[in-house]
């Protein structure tokens, strides 16, 4: 910008008074009043515009239909917070379950080393004072009679179910 007077038009700031300048090329349009439209009169403000009444039906359904949106509301606010303090107890109780299933890996694997059969062994000739089986050890019992019970209380009768199964046995033990 090299000059101020370049960079503004300074004709909006002329004075309104000031004479119209006139081009000759413009040749004055007369006004038309045939597209004018008039108004309505205006009403007198002294007398206030009476309100509506609004039944008391209305205004019982309308407090009605804003407690049910009211409390949807509530109920789904109260719910999602349920709903969080469940997912924070159930990742909870799934970390607790890792490191009980880390545990019961490591005492698993710890019960093995200590519990492996040369440590058994070990222990059973050491401490113990045993030893692995010998011939002379083992004794042998032979059975030359077979067993034999005695009924302490006698049944009166047998029923025919029992006399029958009872003939089967003697027929099948010959």
Same mark, same amino acid.
């Given at each position: 910008?090299?000059?101020? &007077?370049?960079?503004?038009?300074? #004709?909006?700031? *002329?004075?309104?008074?000031?004479?119209?300048?006139?081009?000759?090329?413009?040749?004055? !349009?007369?006004? @038309? +009043?045939?597209?004018?439209?008039?108004?309505?009169? @205006?009403?007198?403000?002294?007398?206030?515009? $009476?309100?509506? $009444?609004? #039944?008391?039906? $209305?205004?019982?359904?309308?407090?009605?239909?804003? #407690?049910?949106?009211?409390?949807?509301?509530?109920?789904?606010?109260? /719910?999602?917070?349920?709903?969080?303090?469940?997912?924070?107890?159930?990742?909870?109780?799934?970390?607790?379950? #890792?490191? =009980? %299933? /880390?545990?019961?890996? %490591?005492?698993?694997?710890?019960?093995? !080393? @200590?519990? /492996?059969?040369?440590?058994?062994?070990?222990?059973?000739? !050491?401490?113990?004072?045993?030893?692995?089986?010998?011939? &002379? !050890?083992?004794?042998?019992?032979?059975? =030359? +009679?077979?067993? $034999?019970?005695?009924?302490?209380? *006698?049944?009166?009768?047998? &029923?025919?179910?029992?006399?029958?199964?009872?003939?089967? @046995?003697?027929?099948?033990? +010959?």
């Amino acid at each position: 910008m090299a000059y101020q &007077s370049e960079a503004y038009d300074f #004709s909006l700031f *002329e004075e309104r008074n000031a004479a119209p300048v006139l081009d000759p090329q413009i040749e004055e !349009q007369p006004q @038309r +009043r045939d597209k004018v439209v008039e108004l309505p009169e @205006r009403q007198p403000q002294g007398e206030p515009k $009476k309100q509506p $009444k609004h #039944s008391p039906f $209305k205004r019982i359904a309308g407090a009605l239909c804003f #407690s049910l949106l009211f409390l949807t509301g509530i109920t789904a606010v109260y /719910s999602e917070v349920q709903l969080t303090e469940l997912t924070e107890k159930m990742n909870e109780m799934q970390g607790d379950l #890792s490191e =009980a %299933q /880390s545990l019961e890996i %490591q005492l698993n694997m710890q019960a093995a !080393q @200590r519990m /492996s059969d040369a440590q058994v062994e070990d222990y059973a000739v !050491q401490q113990l004072g045993m030893g692995k089986l010998a011939g &002379s !050890q083992v004794v042998y019992m032979h059975v =030359a +009679r077979q067993d $034999k019970g005695t009924v302490v209380q *006698e049944i009166a009768e047998a &029923s025919w179910l029992d006399k029958l199964l009872e003939t089967l @046995r003697g027929w099948l033990a +010959r």
